[in-house]
C-alpha cells in the first residue's frame, strides 16, 4: 500500500462519531421568512351564477353598455366582442393597494371568433391587441334600465362576484433574483418543490402575476411605467377559456393613466 493510500485511511473520519455534519435541509417557512418583505395580499373570487346588479362585478355574462352606444365589435372580423371581466372598485375588498378610481368600471373585452381566428392574426396574446378592449368607463349612480336588454351574442354564462377570499401571494422566484433577496440556488428548489403554490395561479385580485414563461410586465404607452397587475384569468377557473395550452392572462394598469389597460397572456 502507497503512502498516499495509507494517509487517505488515517485521514477517512469514523462513520459514527467523526462524520462531518449534514446541512440542515431548508425548510418552506425559512425560505418565506427570507422573503417576507415581497408579500402582498390577494383575493380570490367566489362567484354566483345567477345575474344580479348591471354594475356588479362579474366574469362573463352581460356588460353594463353606456346609453346611446352599442356593444363593442372587434375591428378586425366586425364581430361582438365578449365580455371577459368586470370590475366595480366599489365590489372590491378594502383596504387593497391597487389604487383604482372609486367611480370607474372597469371592462375587458375579447374577441373569440375562430374565423377568422382574431386571436392568431391580431396577436392577442400581446398587450394592446386590436382584438382586445380594455377600458375604463364612469360609473352611474344607479343601475340603468336599457342595460338590462337581451344579451349581445357571443358571451359567456355570467358568474358574478360575490364574495372574496384573501390570501398572501408572494412572487415568482426570477422575480425577486432582480430584487433584493437574492434566493440560492438550494432556496430556489425550495420555493419549486414545495406545495406553497406561490404565486397563487388562479382567478385573483391584486397580488402577484403567475408567470407561465418570463416576467412580462407591459409599459405604460404614455409614461413608460411598467403597469401594475390588477386581475388574474386561468384558463377555465371561472372564464369557459382556454389560453393557448391552459395559459395564464393578465390584466394590467397604469398607477398614472388610469384609463390605460393592457392585456397579455402566455401558456405553456
Not at 495509507?6 to 431548508?26: H, I, R
Not at 352599442?70 to 372580423?77: G, M, S, T
Amino acid at each position: 500500500m502507497s503512502i498516499f493510500s495509507k494517509m487517505k485511511q488515517w485521514l477517512k473520519p469514523s462513520p459514527v462519531n467523526g462524520a462531518p455534519a449534514q446541512p440542515k435541509a431548508l425548510s418552506p417557512d425559512e425560505v418565506l421568512q427570507k422573503i417576507n418583505v415581497y408579500k402582498r395580499t390577494t383575493w380570490v373570487p367566489v362567484v354566483d351564477e345567477e345575474e344580479q346588479n348591471i354594475l356588479a362585478s362579474k366574469i362573463g355574462g352581460r356588460a353594463y353598455i353606456p346609453s346611446g352606444e352599442e356593444h363593442p365589435h372587434c375591428p378586425n372580423c366586425h364581430k361582438e366582442l365578449t365580455l371577459f371581466l368586470q370590475l366595480n372598485p366599489q365590489d372590491l375588498p378594502a383596504p387593497n393597494d391597487l389604487d383604482l378610481e372609486p367611480e370607474q368600471l372597469i371592462q375587458l373585452f375579447y374577441c373569440t371568433s375562430k374565423e377568422p381566428h382574431c386571436e392568431v392574426e391580431c396577436e392577442a396574446y400581446f398587450p394592446f391587441s386590436k382584438s382586445v378592449l380594455a377600458r375604463t368607463l364612469p360609473l352611474p349612480a344607479t343601475a340603468p334600465q336599457d342595460s338590462l336588454a337581451v344579451m349581445a351574442p357571443r358571451q359567456f354564462p355570467e358568474q358574478t362576484i360575490v364574495e372574496w377570499i384573501e390570501h398572501e401571494d408572494y412572487p415568482d422566484w426570477h422575480e425577486m433574483q432582480v430584487g433584493d433577496a437574492q434566493l440560492s440556488s438550494e432556496e430556489v428548489e425550495v420555493l419549486e418543490n414545495s406545495e406553497l403554490g406561490i404565486p397563487k395561479a388562479a382567478d385573483k385580485l391584486g397580488g402577484w402575476p403567475y408567470w407561465v414563461q418570463s416576467v412580462e410586465y407591459p409599459l405604460c404607452p404614455e409614461c413608460g411605467i411598467q403597469m401594475q397587475m390588477i386581475f388574474q384569468l386561468d384558463s377555465k377557473h371561472h372564464l369557459p377559456y382556454m389560453f393557448g395550452d391552459m395559459g395564464v392572462a393578465h390584466l394590467h394598469q397604469c398607477r398614472l393613466h388610469k384609463n390605460r389597460l393592457a392585456f397579455g397572456w402566455a401558456s405553456y
